[in-house]
């Protein structure tokens, strides 16, 4: 019933921008957290950015001074605004958001979703 979607990865040079997005659709109340990880071959999979409901943001040491996220929350869309891209921002990033889909007891219970990835490639 619940899907994130990313698109807006591809091939760029280094010192290029990137633009990611990653849209929440289906069935659902109402979406808490949303944020960007990202997986390169050999490694572990990492944060590399989040924003909160209350629109707090954290970001990886290593794209502190040069990503930027975002979120629009009538559209349900999670942004993730990339500049100055190196060769280790080389990737599959995945989105992630947690939803809510049924309402409790005076709250509700937000589950985490995944989106599927998109690549992204910094070569020259």
């Known amino acids: 019933q619940v899907q994130l979607v990313e698109s807006g990865g591809g091939l760029v040079q280094p010192g290029g921008s990137l633009r990611l997005s990653c849209t929440v659709s289906g069935t659902f109340l109402s979406v808490n957290d949303m944020g960007w990880y990202r997986q390169a071959p050999g490694y572990e999979r990492e944060l590399v950015a989040t924003i909160s409901a209350g629109m707090s943001t954290d970001f990886a040491d290593s794209v502190r001074d040069r990503f930027r996220i975002s979120r629009d929350y009538g559209k349900n869309v999670v942004y993730l605004q990339m500049n100055r891209l190196i060769p280790e921002d080389t990737a599959v990033y995945f989105c992630?958001?947690?939803?809510?889909?049924?309402?409790?007891?005076?709250?509700?219970?937000?589950?985490?979703?995944w989106g599927q990835g998109t690549q992204v490639t910094v070569s020259s």
């Open positions: 992630k958001a947690g939803v809510a889909t049924t309402q409790g007891m005076n709250h509700m219970t937000f589950t985490d979703y």
